[in-house]
C-alpha cells in the first residue's frame, strides 16, 4: 500500500524534482515525458528546476537544431518533446484529438473535407511558414461560409504543427509562424508508435498511476485493455484509499520520508496536471485556487512536495522581484530556503535586473 505522501515522493523523483540531476537537457525531456509548453518561456523554467546545469542557450540550440519540437499532443496541450519521439507520439493520440475535434466543431464543419483541409494545410505551411491569423485567411477564401476558428482548429487537428523559430524560444513575442512537423523533420519515416509505449512513457515519468490517472493526462479511451492485455509487464500496487494503482516493474519507489527541498514549478507544469487524482501534489483547497481561472496554471510554489503557494516574477525599472503568494503560512526555514532558491532563479530568468528580491505577499 502506497501513501500519498510516497506517491509524492515517486512523483517527484521520476520527474527530477526531489533531487536535481546532472543529465543533459534533451534526456531530461525525454525522462519528464516532455514539458508544457503552451507559451515559450514555461519549459526553460521546468529544466532550470530539474537539472544541476542549465543555461538559456541549452534549450533553444536544441529547438534551432531541431532536435526538440514543440507539438499539440494530449488534449491538444503543446508539449515540448524530443523529435525523434513527437510523431509517433502524435500518431498515437490523433484518434482523441480528432474526436475531440468533431465534438466541439463538428456541426460547424458539416460539409467540409477534413482530408482536403489537412492538404491544404500542408501545402500552405511547407511553402511558406505563417501566422495561424494568416492560415486562417487563406482557408477562408476556400470555405467562406464556415467560422475561420473551426478552420483553424481543423488545420492544427488534423495536421501536426510546430513553430518556427524564433517562435517558441525563450523572451519570444507576438504570433510565430508554422509550419508542418513533418517538413521541420525532413519528412521522416511513418511512425511505429503504439498506445501501450506511451502507457510505459507516463509510469515512467510520473510514477504508479491508476486507469483514471492515465486517461485524465493522455485523453484516450480505452486503456482497460490496453493495460490488461496489451502484453505490458506491469505490477498492481493500492492507494491508501484502496484504488489500484499501475507501475513498471523495475521502476524505483523512495522512502515517502525522503527529504523533499522547495521547488518553484513553472507555469503550467505537467506535474499539476498528470492525474485525476492530485492527492499526491495538493490539497483540494490548493487546487481550487491553483486552478481558478480557466485555462491558466500559474507558476506554484512546492515545500515539503506539496503545493503551498503561488509565484510570479515582476519588474520595476532595473529590479526584478520574485513574489510568492502563500495558500497558508509557511514555516521560517522553509521562507528562507524559499528565498534562496528564488534569487536563484531571479539570477536565471532575469539576469539583466540591476537588483533582485524576493517578497512573500498573502493577499
Same mark, same amino acid.
Request: no cysteine.
Given at each position: 500500500?502506497?501513501?500519498?505522501?510516497?506517491?509524492?515522493?515517486?512523483?517527484?523523483?521520476?520527474?527530477?524534482? #526531489?533531487?536535481?540531476?546532472?543529465?543533459?537537457?534533451?534526456?531530461?525531456?525525454?525522462?519528464?515525458?516532455?514539458?508544457?509548453?503552451?507559451?515559450?518561456?514555461?519549459?526553460?523554467?521546468?529544466? %532550470?528546476?530539474?537539472?544541476?546545469?542549465?543555461?538559456?542557450?541549452?534549450?533553444?540550440?536544441?529547438?534551432?537544431?531541431?532536435?526538440?519540437?514543440?507539438?499539440?499532443?494530449?488534449?491538444?496541450?503543446? =508539449?515540448?518533446?524530443?523529435?525523434?519521439?513527437?510523431?509517433?507520439?502524435?500518431?498515437?493520440?490523433?484518434?482523441?484529438?480528432?474526436?475531440?475535434?468533431? &465534438?466541439?466543431?463538428?456541426?460547424?464543419?458539416?460539409?467540409?473535407?477534413?482530408?482536403?483541409?489537412? =492538404?491544404?494545410?500542408?501545402?500552405?505551411?511547407?511553402?511558406?511558414?505563417?501566422?495561424?491569423?494568416?492560415?486562417?485567411?487563406?482557408?477562408?477564401?476556400? %470555405?467562406?461560409?464556415?467560422?475561420?476558428? /473551426?478552420?483553424?482548429?481543423?488545420?492544427?487537428?488534423?495536421?501536426?504543427?510546430?513553430?518556427?523559430?524564433?517562435?517558441?524560444?525563450?523572451?519570444?513575442?507576438?504570433?510565430?509562424?508554422?509550419?508542418?512537423?513533418?517538413?521541420?523533420?525532413?519528412?521522416?519515416?511513418?511512425?511505429? /508508435?503504439?498506445?501501450?509505449?506511451?502507457?510505459?512513457?507516463?509510469?515512467?515519468?510520473?510514477?504508479?498511476?491508476?486507469?483514471?490517472?492515465?486517461? &485524465?493526462?493522455?485523453?484516450?479511451?480505452? #486503456?482497460?485493455?490496453?493495460?490488461?492485455?496489451?502484453?505490458?509487464? #506491469?505490477?498492481?500496487?493500492?492507494? =491508501?484509499?484502496?484504488?489500484?494503482?499501475?507501475?513498471?516493474?523495475?521502476?524505483?519507489?523512495?522512502?515517502?520520508?525522503?527529504?523533499?527541498?522547495?521547488?518553484?514549478?513553472?507555469?503550467?507544469?505537467?506535474?499539476?496536471?498528470?492525474?485525476?487524482?492530485?492527492?499526491?501534489?495538493?490539497?483540494?483547497?490548493?487546487?481550487?485556487?491553483?486552478?481558478?481561472?480557466?485555462?491558466?496554471?500559474?507558476?506554484?510554489?512546492?515545500?515539503?512536495?506539496?503545493?503551498?503557494?503561488?509565484?510570479?516574477?515582476?519588474?520595476?525599472?532595473?529590479?526584478?522581484?520574485?513574489?510568492?503568494?502563500?495558500?497558508?503560512?509557511?514555516?521560517?526555514?522553509?521562507?528562507?530556503?524559499?528565498?534562496?532558491?528564488?534569487?536563484?532563479?531571479?539570477?536565471?530568468?532575469?539576469?539583466?535586473?540591476?537588483?533582485?528580491?524576493?517578497?512573500?505577499? /498573502?493577499?
Amino acid at each position: 500500500m502506497l501513501t500519498d505522501r510516497a506517491l509524492n515522493r515517486a512523483l517527484l523523483d521520476r520527474q527530477l524534482l #526531489l533531487d536535481r540531476s546532472a543529465t543533459d537537457p534533451l534526456t531530461a525531456i525525454g525522462r519528464v515525458a516532455g514539458l508544457q509548453a503552451q507559451s515559450p518561456n514555461p519549459p526553460y523554467l521546468g529544466l %532550470w528546476s530539474r537539472l544541476d546545469r542549465f543555461a538559456l542557450a541549452d534549450l533553444t540550440e536544441l529547438i534551432e537544431t531541431r532536435q526538440v519540437v514543440r507539438v499539440a499532443l494530449m488534449h491538444g496541450k503543446v =508539449q515540448l518533446v524530443a523529435a525523434r519521439h513527437a510523431p509517433g507520439l502524435r500518431q498515437v493520440v490523433q484518434p482523441a484529438l480528432h474526436d475531440a475535434l468533431l &465534438a466541439t466543431h463538428g456541426e460547424r464543419l458539416r460539409g467540409v473535407a477534413l482530408t482536403e483541409v489537412a =492538404q491544404v494545410t500542408r501545402e500552405l505551411l511547407e511553402d511558406l511558414p505563417r501566422t495561424i491569423a494568416d492560415l486562417g485567411t487563406e482557408l477562408a477564401a476556400r %470555405w467562406p461560409d464556415v467560422p475561420v476558428t /473551426s478552420l483553424t482548429a481543423a488545420a492544427r487537428t488534423e495536421v501536426a504543427l510546430v513553430p518556427v523559430p524564433p517562435g517558441g524560444v525563450w523572451g519570444a513575442v507576438g504570433q510565430p509562424a508554422w509550419t508542418t512537423l513533418s517538413a521541420w523533420l525532413g519528412h521522416p519515416q511513418p511512425a511505429t /508508435s503504439t498506445v501501450a509505449d506511451l502507457v510505459e512513457w507516463y509510469l515512467s515519468a510520473y510514477g504508479p498511476a491508476t486507469l483514471a490517472d492515465l486517461r &485524465a493526462w493522455s485523453g484516450l479511451p480505452g #486503456l482497460n485493455e490496453i493495460v490488461e492485455d496489451a502484453g505490458l509487464r #506491469l505490477v498492481r500496487l493500492r492507494g =491508501q484509499e484502496g484504488a489500484q494503482l499501475f507501475d513498471l516493474p523495475d521502476a524505483t519507489l523512495p522512502d515517502e520520508d525522503e527529504p523533499a527541498p522547495v521547488r518553484y514549478l513553472a507555469e503550467f507544469d505537467n506535474v499539476l496536471q498528470a492525474h485525476d487524482d492530485r492527492a499526491r501534489i495538493m490539497y483540494d483547497d490548493d487546487r481550487k485556487a491553483i486552478f481558478a481561472t480557466p485555462g491558466v496554471v500559474p507558476g506554484v510554489v512546492l515545500v515539503d512536495g506539496f503545493t503551498q503557494g503561488t509565484w510570479k516574477i515582476t519588474r520595476s525599472g532595473q529590479s526584478a522581484y520574485l513574489v510568492v503568494r502563500p495558500f497558508a503560512q509557511i514555516p521560517t526555514r522553509d521562507v528562507h530556503d524559499l528565498t534562496e532558491e528564488g534569487l536563484r532563479l531571479l539570477a536565471f530568468a532575469a539576469p539583466d535586473a540591476s537588483t533582485h528580491d524576493v517578497r512573500f505577499n /498573502s493577499r
